[in-house]
């Protein structure tokens, strides 16, 4: 095999390997791009509440099964905080409903911060906010498929941080009224009115509008 013959096969082999390079790199930037639409066709709902709020309790009610049933539509943050205020970066909080719900509060952010599956997430919300006290916190764990030291968090810096960052995210939305629920990080009265309410119509109005819903899709007929 002479020298012309062989570089023929090594640039044709090349070519081939290159080609191939940018024909898995497009396939790849396609499927990523796909998935990033995927993420985007979601409704992005803030929930903020308070633990020991007679009315959050009552939306738990509509949250559960409206959550449900949405959750491939729906990107939810839950932030229990609501008209609490902290001193001294934290030294102290004080609570709408008494030292209770600081720690109410603060127990919810700690199981919510232990993952990232916001359908475990809700489970806990729901089942530890209608609990009638705190003696379900493992239950309520188990029933969401959650495993986490809570007591560890409630009583070191983890938890204190946590709390600060709900108060964060609460005062960028000035709450008058709690719960309240925000709908992709702008707040509005009249769905807030309507999601009182009638949570599952109003999200279904809000998947409708922003055409999150597949033309096949017939969950909120």
Known sequence: MNRLTVNLILTFVVSFVIWQTFTYHSILEKICGEIR?????????????????????????????????????????????????????????????????CKGNRLQSCVINSTGNQAAQVKFVVCQMLAPDYSRIDQCANEAGLLTDVVHCLSSETGTKLQLQAELVTKQYSPSFIPTIVYNGVFDQQLQDHSLRDFRGTVCYLLRQQNLLPSSSTICQ
């Open 37 to 101: 639409q995927q993420l985007k066709k979601q409704l992005h709902v803030t929930l903020l509440y308070e633990s020991l709020c007679p009315d959050s309790r009552n939306f738990m009610h509509q949250l559960g099964p409206v959550y449900e049933e949405f959750q491939d539509y729906l990107d939810i943050l839950l932030v229990p905080f609501g008209k609490s205020q902290s001193e001294r970066n934290g030294a102290i909080f004080h609570c709408q409903h008494g030292p209770a719900e």
